[in-house]
């Protein structure tokens, strides 16, 4: 299938562990670019190829894949991250760019 | 550094046209691929269009293709989205994103809104 499946929701107490999950085909292939975009931003690119953080990105962002499952993992979770997370990944061809359906994640 | 700045969007009755802008600052415009993605309220990213460095190629989404498109003046370091035929469902903040070095997608601009209502 062409499609990027996430959780709709998650929910983390402050200062624990989150693992945010993207499923689809297309992930057996290539790696997963994460975002997080909070309310009335722009999305911000977090972790893109097997597990890179662009500069800024605190650590306690981190990517996997297995399978045809990506995994954003935030140790530690900060009120900060409060915010909506997509998953990126391209299809194959250079006709069409998949974006998951996003995981609006919660800090308590 | 890297800057994006999008302009254009606004209010529009269907079937009109509108055409969006990203003024691209503090990279080699040139060199690089760029996309457009949008965002209706409340929803997720949906990818629209994406041009090549040299606008040799141009690829859509289904749901935009035959109606919209895109366009870049590398001499005025700026990317073009012509929107025609704009229905209620085109509804959308719009943004214009880089295609990086081995990085689909990794600076956006702020974005503009298209409210497509009579």
């Known amino acids: 299938s062409s499609e990027l499946t996430q959780d709709p929701a998650v929910s983390v107490a402050l200062g624990q562990t989150v693992r945010i999950t993207c499923q689809g085909d297309?992930?057996?292939?290539?790696?997963a670019n994460w975002y997080q975009q909070k309310p009335g931003q722009a999305p911000v690119l977090v972790i893109y190829?097997?597990?890179i953080r662009p500069s800024g990105i605190p650590d306690r962002f981190s990517g996997s894949r297995s399978g045809n499952t990506a995994s954003l993992t935030i140790t530690g979770a900060q009120a900060e991250d409060e915010a909506d997370y997509y998953c990126?990944?391209?299809?194959?061809?250079?006709?069409?760019?998949?974006f998951g359906t996003g995981t609006k994640v919660t800090v308590l | 550094q890297v800057q994006l700045v999008e302009s254009g969007g606004g209010v529009v009755q269907p079937g009109k046209s509108l055409r969006l802008s990203c003024a691209a600052s503090?990279?080699?415009?040139?060199?690089?691929?760029m996309h457009w993605v949008r965002q209706a309220p409340g929803k997720g990213l949906e990818w629209v269009a994406v041009?090549?460095?040299?606008?040799?190629?141009?690829y859509y989404a289904d749901s935009v293709k035959g109606r919209f498109t895109i366009s870049r003046d590398n001499s005025e370091n700026t990317l073009y989205l012509q929107m025609n035929s704009l229905r209620a469902e085109d509804t959308a903040v719009y943004y214009c994103?880089?295609?990086?070095?081995?990085?689909?997608?990794?600076?956006w601009g702020q974005g503009t809104l298209v409210t497509v209502s009579s």
């Open positions: 990126y990944s391209r299809d194959g061809t250079d006709k069409n760019y998949l």
């Open positions: 994103s880089r295609w990086g070095a081995d990085i689909d997608f990794d600076y």
């Open positions: 041009i090549w460095y040299d606008g040799s190629k141009k």
């Open positions: 503090g990279f080699s415009f040139r060199s690089h691929g």
């Open positions: 190829a097997k597990d």
């Open positions: 297309s992930l057996r292939n290539y790696y």
